[in-house]
């Protein structure tokens, strides 16, 4: 299983990017994918699911800001990140688990796979 991240980088206060995630070793379209964040010296932070139905999840410290997508024929995912803020400085993570296995944004420990993070600065 791996995936991968990509599209991280240092962007002003208010402006967007669009993380990547290529994937491969599972059967993609029975997966629930989503996105985490690490901050320094922080927990871990579920910040949007997108289940195999494609409807998604977010909680509210990031919602209207983010939107995550999937494309079942290329097995990636995306996060569209908009109106970015100094606090959304961390490594994102890509991570995935299987639909019958419930996970949780808010248990880390409840997905499966994870990817190796891409780092997102926010300048002020």
């Known amino acids: 299983v791996q995936l991968v991240e990509s599209g991280g980088g240092l962007v002003q206060a208010g402006g967007s990017l669009r993380l990547s995630c290529a994937t491969s070793?599972?059967?993609?379209?029975?997966?629930?994918l989503a996105w985490f964040r690490q901050a320094p010296g922080k927990a871990r932070e579920g910040i949007s699911a997108?289940?195999?139905?494609?409807?998604?999840e977010y909680p509210d410290s990031v919602k209207g800001r983010v939107t995550i997508s999937r494309d079942n024929d290329k097995k990636m995912v995306y996060l569209q990140m908009n109106g970015l803020k100094p606090e959304d400085t961390a490594i994102y993570y890509c991570?995935?688990?299987?639909?019958?296995?419930?996970?949780?944004?808010?248990?880390?420990?409840?997905?499966?796979?994870w990817g190796r993070g891409t780092q997102v600065t926010v300048s002020s």
């Open positions: 070793g599972f059967l993609f379209e029975d997966y629930v």
């Open positions: 991570v995935a688990s299987h639909g019958w296995s419930h996970p949780r944004l808010s248990e880390d420990v409840s997905f499966q796979y």
């Open positions: 997108i289940n195999s139905d494609f409807s998604t």
